[in-house]
């Protein structure tokens, strides 16, 4: 890692001047300059995440647009970042390199050598992680302190929503809009990436939202239906689980939206129940999709004739496959896979078939301690209070940028 910080500092010395005469201004930020070469650098990374080859003139065209805004809002950031004092150390770049590596199940130095081959230099990594770190350090000192949720909004919160109003779970990518037919088309394209690989939402929403959510890959948690913007909640009618919707745009902004879930507002998170499973692995080696269909009219057939966990554990040891049991632990401790196949199986129910190394595993339910009363609606309250704290710091961050943006003025050639 520190080769690689190391290679970002004479990347800087190199090309901080020479790449401005060489390959052209595309925009001016205050008394800064975005370059052709600074460009091209962050489409190509951007087509790098996205497993795009980069032979793809049109993916990089429609790229190019949204990129240009992200370093602009990058400058933006780092500008008032250097104006309040605030640094983004070496090790602080080095921990976000290494998190995005185990974020996507690399070894650790990989990045470095997936942009040694594809010809990045490193600036383009680092000047983006810089930028997200940078912002996230302003909002906690700027924005934060001075965002308050009292009582009464989160009792007048509570009250609005009613019993029975319909939540969401979301993630969000937030963006400024200076042109939308420009940006619409940029965005759409970005949509289209996100559908064709379903693990990149989090890297888009680092990389361009303005919104306190992007430092967490835009997840926003569970909020309310009423307490969205309508044209966002308009957008979301008819959604399924990991449908990516938008552009939506409101006034100088536009969302892309993933949905990840629904329930009314009498529903708990049921993440802090104490559970005790048992599951098996049905053993195979092929992950085709006629197996995997084969699989689950299996599991379908199990879940019908073997309820309960000792008939379940019964029919494992009858094949031969060992069983595993993990008693009295919460949900949210289990890695995200496992949890969504555990997530509403009722007691007692075999869950649909997980694929993992070595063939296929179901769970069962075998006991639910639910949370006390009390715990349930301490945590609705303590939901709420985050749903407003987040509200207002997204307002505020928005606002925040466009204060910048009138300060700064940015041209684009």
């Not at 996205?50 to 992200?70: G, H, T």
């Not at 289209?192 to 888009?204: C, D, G, P, R, T």
């Not at 959604?239 to 708990?268: M, Q």
Request: hydrophobic residues 40%.
């Amino acid at each position: 890692m520190k080769n690689l910080f190391k290679l970002f500092i004479v990347c800087l010395a190199l090309f901080s001047n020479t790449h401005a005469n060489q390959f052209g201004i595309v925009a001016k930020v205050g008394d800064e300059i975005i370059t052709n070469y600074d460009l091209d650098s962050r489409v190509r990374l951007t087509m790098l995440a996205a497993n795009i080859p980069p032979s793809d003139k049109k993916a990089y065209k429609k790229l190019s647009y949204q990129m240009l805004e992200a370093l602009i809002k990058e400058r933006l950031q780092t500008m008032e970042a250097k104006n309040l004092g605030i640094k983004v150390a070496p090790q602080e770049i080095s921990n976000a390199v290494a998190n995005i590596e185990k974020m996507n199940k690399m070894p650790q130095g990989k990045m470095q050598k997936l942009l040694e081959k594809a010809s990045i230099p490193p600036s383009a990594l680092f000047n983006q992680l810089i930028g997200e770190i940078s912002w996230a350090k302003i909002l906690r000192k700027k924005v934060k302190p001075n965002v308050i949720v009292d009582k009464s909004e989160i009792e007048a919160y509570l009250k609005s929503i009613g019993e029975e109003e319909l939540q969401y779970s979301l993630q969000e990518i937030v963006v400024p809009v200076s042109d939308r037919k420009k940006a619409k088309a940029s965005l759409t394209s970005i949509i289209n990436l996100i559908e064709n690989n379903k693990q990149s939402f989090e890297s888009y929403a680092r990389q361009l939202s303005v919104t306190p959510s992007a430092s967490n890959g835009g997840d926003i948690g569970w909020v309310a239906k009423s307490k969205l913007p309508k044209e966002v909640a308009a957008a979301l009618i008819g959604a399924g689980n990991n449908d990516i919707i938008g552009p939506v745009f409101i006034d100088d902004v536009a969302y892309i939206i993933k949905f990840k879930g629904i329930k009314d507002s009498n529903s708990i998170d049921e993440d802090e129940d104490l559970i005790s499973i048992k599951s098996f692995i049905i053993p195979s080696d092929s992950k085709e999709d006629e197996v995997q269909d084969y699989i689950a009219k299996q599991a379908r057939k199990i879940r019908q004739n073997y309820k309960g966990c000792y008939k379940f554990e019964r029919f494992a040891d009858y094949n031969k496959w060992p069983v595993s049991a993990k008693n009295s632990f919460m949900l949210n401790e289990l890695a995200d896979d496992e949890a969504q196949v555990l997530r509403n199986l009722s007691t007692g129910r075999v869950s649909a078939p997980l694929v993992v190394d070595g063939g296929y595993k179901l769970f069962m339910i075998c006991e639910k301690i639910q949370q006390s009363f009390a715990k349930r609606q301490q945590q609705k309250h303590n939901q709420a209070k985050q749903e407003i704290l987040r509200s207002k710091m997204a307002k505020e961050a928005k606002k925040y940028m466009r204060k910048l943006r009138d300060k700064h003025e940015v041209v684009i050639n």
